[in-house]
């Protein structure tokens, strides 16, 4: 992954989305040790700093949890904690653009979930 410093989405929160798209592909698992600020920023070419903020904002959300002297680990909810949020705030926001869009343009519902069901069957985002 790269990091889009031209995005308007901080630093710290594309690193803590790139480490759930990690646990969500099952390329790090519950209670599996994660990447510490100094690995991340090696990696990213970024501050330690950001790197921190970026795992303390998955602390807070319980997504990992912290083993003094050890490091940061995969809480064992991690997985439900990011589906849950994702579909209740990512997915909806985007289904609510995407209606209005589609509205705005004289879309049918039909033609919109003939799209919809186009682009899965495709297996976008693979």
Do not use: C, H
Not at 16 to 42: H, M, N, P
Not at 82 to 87: F, G, S, V
Request: hydrophobic share 40%.
């Amino acid at each position: 992954m790269i990091l889009n410093s031209d995005s308007s989405k901080p630093i710290y929160v594309q690193i803590s989305e790139w480490i759930e798209t990690e646990i969500l592909r099952g390329k790090i698992t519950s209670d599996q040790k994660v990447y510490s600020q100094y690995q991340l920023a090696d990696m990213f070419n970024i501050n330690p700093a950001t790197a921190a903020k970026g795992l303390t904002l998955l602390v807070d959300e319980q997504v990992l949890y912290k083993k003094r002297g050890l490091g940061m680990f995969v809480a064992k909810e991690a997985r439900e904690i990011i589906l849950k949020r994702r579909k209740s705030q990512t997915l909806k926001k985007l289904v609510t653009e995407l209606v209005l869009e589609a509205e705005r343009l004289e879309v049918s519902e039909e033609e919109l979930f003939e799209m919809i069901t186009s682009t899965k069957r495709k297996g976008a985002g693979e």
